[in-house]
């Protein structure tokens, strides 16, 4: 085994080479092709070690390196540019920091955007790098000509820049986005030119609070955005004072005149991106807008209520409506209580029937929001408002709520209102037409959301299966993925708002012949006919995207997200019965492969159900029956200095008459996911200790590695009975450790670390397995309650061709030796990785190239009988 650590040793140089050529390769093909300045100095002496073709040929320099960089790319300079930003960087000591700066060169007379940084150079020493964009033309074309702020291009390049550097300022900042009230109503009315008077104003408004790096840019027409320093109160403060001064800036007759605004507050954790940042800013901006609205159509409605909203007889007879757009409007709903509106004058049209049974004034009234509005459950009166609302404003075409509204005797009825909005040929909005729908029996409706509930759901489709058998159905059902989370934080009353929040949502989703039924707990169920049925992934993909940030809800903050299985009739099923059950397994499957997506049933998820459950079957029938068919196999761990055998890993294999062999990563899962796990672990737990304390007798220091399932962590028992095991073994504590994937170390649950806690003191040590492979942090090392860290395999399986698997290795050791903590590499299958690895100071390995799991009755005569 020394032979390989010599061979090790001599293969650094080569080691090193290899990386050499990889910075010439990055330097001469890569860099060499980009269209920016780049260029490399020495920190120390400001020697040019490298500079991209760009750059010579920008500066018309020929073999630069060699040359002071400040002799070469200034002019009458005799030291190092007083701008420079080497010394910045020098103070942070290492890499990892990017200084931003804007320079004219006094050389080209151009205009550059600089970034710089210290990196690694070939020979390891800290190197200067800066990499040039020349903004010159950008810089000429920034301002915008009628507000004299940033244009959108610029802004945004700005704020995406102080993104970027939010981390490293470590300062919180603001991201404001308004627009104008009323512009379109001031455009029309006293024209474009008084339009432009109110943005200047406004823009001048807002400019006048900023100060220091803080600015603005025109997003678009009547949009704008500016970046804060502080907090989201001191940006509020800022924007209400602008809003409050844009009145005294403008004429008499536009007082009213101001502007709604959202703010989104940045910290430096957040690693935020741009798009996400505007795209929440301008909701909570709507926010705003729109109980601005809804307050003027509340105050509107109660004028028109003081003096009646039927209209005259001579009126009724001359309401008009284009009926060419009628059908287009109604056929994507049903028959109940149907009703138009002229988009155009606001004036409405409902049935005689709905207006005998809830005592409506007439058939055609002029402000519904106002009659029909006072009708509304006073709980249910917002909702119904702001989904008005939004197709007033012209957020949405289609129209999708659900409320109780009081009949003439006084009784509350559960009501669904639909409708679609139609433009006329100039797109303008035209016709606004839908049905209500009275869904009457309250058996038939979920209490919570409203929504038709499961017995309506089968009743439903099974109608459409059996009276249009011809006609395509499709159906999505949509769980809440970790509903519970929400629930463990509040309470089940706030479950219970987020039940509802999302019905809303699915339902504004719904396109064409499409209905949603609440089903049990946290699921529901869309179903869509004909070709509406093939628009489903649309649906889920507008709840997806709508989901896919942290949401407020009464002031307080959740996270969910939603997964779904669809199936369609008849070309996965030819029953209700099928349908459901098809459906139900393709959410299974969504649910159980990452969850937040839309899995569609097919064959092979129907074939893996079916093994899934007959493998679960078996795996019960083995654990009543003492464990039938399991076994324990056990893999040698080896001192990595010499290749000595210090302890084992015990891993299960399971076999059944039925189904033969079955591999771990399939078996393992149903255990976890069933519940087994539990009395499983506490007998691999068990054997394993049995058979380390026999194996005492060939080394007393002989240590037996076991794995603990996720699940397991659940069990407040698993502490006491890995002490009884120990007792009932007689296997000192010091001859175990417990692996746990770094997921669970990932977990900053209390339960979890009193567990590690209760683990440890029994004198049993901790592992933590699978490190690497995505959950934990580097830095989480330094406060891990591990003692000792297994290194996944993928970083052995290309180490002698991959300087940064090397690197991390090498950087892993000395990171936890410096915390006491020892390191296992899993994985080592050839005598050529072993060789990479064994100048890398890890305390064990483990891997076929010292033996494959193998019974405990081979590995006793392979391993340990000749160790006496």
Known sequence: MDEYAENGAEQAPASDDVQADAYRFVLDTVLDGMRANVYVTDPATDEILYMNRTMREDYGLDRPEGALCWQTLQRNLDRRCPFCPVDKLKAFGEPGHVIEWEETSSKTGRVYRNCDSLIRWVDGSLAHLQQSVDITDVKTASIDELTELLTRRIGKGRLQARLSRAGDEGDVFCVCLFDINRLKEINDTFGHAEGDVVLRAAADAVRGQLSGDEFAFRLSGDEFVCVVEGDAAEARGKM???????????????????????VVEVHPADEAELNDVLTLADERMYEQKRRLHIGRSVARAEEALARHAALAEEDVRAFEFDKSLLYDALVDSTDDYLYVCNMKTGVFCYPQPMVEEFGLPSQVVADAAAVWGSHVHPDDYQAFMESNQDIVDGRATRHCVEYRARNRVGEWVWLRCRGTVVPDANGEPCLFAGFIANLEKKNEVDPLTGLFNKFEFEGAVRRALETRADERLGLMVLGIDDLRHINDRYDRGFGDDVIRIIAHRIQSALVGRAHVYRLDGDEFAVVAR????VALPDVYQALHQAFRRQQTHEGKKFYCTLSAGCAQYPDDAENYEDLVKFANYALEYAKGHGKKRRVSFSPSILAERSRTLELVERLRDSIEHDFEGFRLVFQPQVRAADGSVIGAEALARWSCDACGEVPPLE??????????????????????????????????????SVNLSYRQLDEVKLVPSIAEALSLTGLPPANLVVEMTESCFASSEEAAQRL?????????????????????????????????????RTFVRDIQDSTFDATFIRFVVELCHDV??????????????????????????????????????????????KTL
Request: glycine share 10%; hydrophobic share 45%; proline share 5%.
């Open 240 to 262: 209400e004072r602008a809003d409050d001064q844009l009145s005294h800036r403008v004429k008499s007759d536009l007082r009213e005149t101001g502007f709604c605004f959202g």
């Open 667 to 704: 078996f393992i899962p149903l255990l976890e996911e069933s519940g087994l796990i539990v009395p499983f672990g506490a007998w691999v737990l068990y054997r394993a200790m049995e058979t380390a304390a026999q194996w005492r007798a060939y080394d007393p220091d002989f240590v037996m």
């Open 820 to 865: 006491g903590i020892r390191v296992c590499l899993e994985g080592v299958e050839m005598p050529e990785e072993y060789e990479a690895v064994s100048g890398m100071g890890l305390d064990s390995i483990q891997g076929f190239l010292f033996g494959r799991p193998c019974p405990p009755e081979e590995f006793e005569q392979r391993f340990l009988a």
């Open 530 to 533: 004909g070709d509406d049925a």
């Open 756 to 792: 590690f806690a209760g683990v440890r003191a029994l004198g049993v040590r901790v592992a933590m397995d699978d490190f690497g492979t995505g959950y934990a942090a580097l830095g989480m090392l330094k406060q891990s309650p591990a003692d000792i860290v297994k290194i996944d």
